[in-house]
């Protein structure tokens, strides 16, 4: 597991592969379950214009655009600047982790903007 292998010029570990690979699964989890839950919603549901479900869908690329771009200046000034093959490997790490978290951020922050706008305030009587 702690053996460095070498795929394109990149020195890594069994385990890292190994946690990206993880990583790559759960995602492409997330998205098959998330296919099959539309396709089984009513047949009703998807004759009805998709604009209500496009906005969501650009949100969620926007921020995770958003996000990468934060990330990278983070992840560099975090990882250092030096050009080892040891830097690189910290440098995606923390590329990885800062993406994350950025998104988790902004997602949250767009969630609350958006379900404090949809409140209703009450006529007062």
Same mark, same amino acid.
């Given at each position: 597991?702690?053996?460095?292998?070498?795929?394109? @010029?990149?020195? *890594?570990?069994?385990?890292?592969?190994? !946690?990206?690979?993880? &990583?790559? %699964? @759960?995602? @492409? @989890?997330?998205?098959?379950?998330?296919? !099959?839950?539309?396709?089984?919603?009513?047949?009703?549901?998807?004759?009805?214009?998709?604009?209500?479900? !496009?906005?969501?869908? %650009?949100?969620?690329?926007? *921020?995770?655009?958003? =996000?990468?771009?934060?990330?990278?200046?983070?992840?560099? =000034?975090?990882?250092?600047?030096?050009?080892?093959?040891?830097?690189?490997?910290?440098?995606?790490?923390?590329? =990885?982790?800062?993406? *994350? &978290?950025?998104?988790?951020?902004?997602? &949250? %922050?767009?969630?609350?903007? %958006?379900?404090?706008?949809?409140?209703?305030?009450? =006529?007062?009587?």
């Amino acid at each position: 597991m702690r053996e460095p292998v070498e795929i394109a @010029g990149f020195h *890594t570990r069994v385990f890292h592969l190994l !946690q990206h690979l993880s &990583t790559l %699964i @759960g995602v @492409g @989890g997330l998205a098959y379950c998330y296919w !099959q839950w539309l396709r089984k919603l009513p047949h009703i549901v998807i004759l009805e214009p998709r604009e209500s479900d !496009q906005w969501r869908y %650009i949100l969620i690329a926007s *921020t995770a655009l958003t =996000a990468l771009l934060l990330a990278l200046p983070m992840a560099f =000034a975090i990882s250092g600047a030096k050009n080892t093959s040891a830097a690189k490997e910290v440098f995606l790490f923390r590329f =990885a982790l800062c993406a *994350t &978290t950025c998104f988790a951020i902004l997602l &949250t %922050i767009a969630a609350l903007l %958006i379900a404090r706008a949809r409140v209703k305030p009450e =006529a007062p009587e």
